[in-house]
């Protein structure tokens, strides 16, 4: 547990955001990236803190020891159905009723769902009083149903070359969807106002991160065959996979230092790697990010559904 204690800094719960646009082509301008997109920006501005509540008890600050999944797990599993609201600058999670609420899950594989109670003693105090950040993934869709993944650049400690959805933390006295559309311009140039989007709950992912800004190196367009394809290559498992309907290459826009575009093509199997069991990470899809994309095409799904079942007019 020593290189957790190092290089885990922040421990942050992610909100996936649906938002859907009208619009079928969206350009990109990296150029745009805030220089307030900094490695200690986060230290420089009030946090958001999960609190949660138990049955009618006042809601309380979650501990950076604690895993907020597990506290609403009576049985020790990795989701679970809550409730959430965004009130005073508090994200306060309740037990939400069952089938009506929305998924919070954390990987089989969390440091903290694995921490023994020597181990969390011999973390420093300063780090125990952090709480847990919070976080938003914004999924943003298409009106070609295509959603936009980017990929974290190479010389991040944590996670680096990782593919996830842009996103980042929530500030004071911002909604989870103004601050969502806030690094959605930050990290891409992409600018869309909270009246242009239909905003959706998908989910929530408990993730253990670094403070480091999630500088793009690279950007995609996924449609649905091969999000199907990266939600399939569930981390933990070894199962084979099928990809005879989806082409060897995958086009994506490579980002220069100075935030130029340039086209580029990845082998499929890149979106489809696993989480390694042993050595150096690899260039992959987020195990959060499968998690939201799992949640996106179920979605689309209940929506054909909807749309198959309400009578033409």
């Not at 239909?198 to 649905?224: N, T």
């Not at 580029?264 to 390694?276: E, K, M």
Request: with cysteine; proline share 6%; hydrophobic share 40%.
């Amino acid at each position: 547990m020593s290189d957790y204690v190092e290089f885990s800094i922040r421990r942050i719960l992610f909100p996936s955001l649906l938002t859907a646009t009208t619009q079928s082509a969206l350009k990109l301008d990296t150029r745009w990236r805030s220089a307030l997109r900094s490695a200690g920006r986060m230290d420089k501005v009030r946090r958001i803190l999960v609190h949660v509540c138990k049955e009618r008890a006042a809601p309380r600050r979650a501990q950076f020891v604690q895993s907020v999944t597990g506290h609403f797990s009576d049985g020790g599993a990795d989701e679970v159905e809550v409730s959430c609201s965004l009130e005073k600058n508090q994200f306060v999670l309740y037990r939400g009723d069952k089938g009506r609420g929305t998924p919070l899950k954390r990987p089989a594989f969390c440091p903290i769902k694995h921490l023994s109670v020597t181990e969390a003693a011999a973390i420093p105090l300063d780090v125990q009083e952090r709480g847990i950040d919070v976080g938003v993934a914004i999924i943003l869709q298409t009106a070609n149903q295509r959603v936009l993944l980017t990929r974290r650049a190479k010389e991040l400690r944590i996670f680096p070359n990782v593919w996830v959805p842009p996103g980042g933390h929530v500030e004071p006295d911002e909604t989870l969807l103004d601050a969502g559309l806030r690094e959605l311009k930050e990290e891409t140039g992409l600018k869309l106002e909270p009246e242009d989007v239909s905003p959706q709950m998908l989910g929530l992912w408990e993730a253990s991160l670094s403070p480091s800004a999630a500088e793009v190196s690279a950007c995609l367009w996924a449609d649905r065959r091969l999000v199907r394809a990266i939600v399939s290559a569930v981390d933990g498992e070894d199962a084979g996979l099928r990809l005879d309907d989806l082409p060897s290459g995958v086009s994506v826009s490579e980002v220069s230092s100075g935030g130029a575009l340039t086209d580029s093509t990845l082998p499929v199997t890149v979106f489809v790697s696993r989480v390694p069991l042993s050595g150096p990470d690899v260039e992959r899809v987020s195990t959060g990010t499968k998690f939201a994309l799992e949640l996106w095409l179920k979605s689309l799904k209940s929506l054909k559904s909807l749309e198959t079942l309400t009578p033409d007019p």
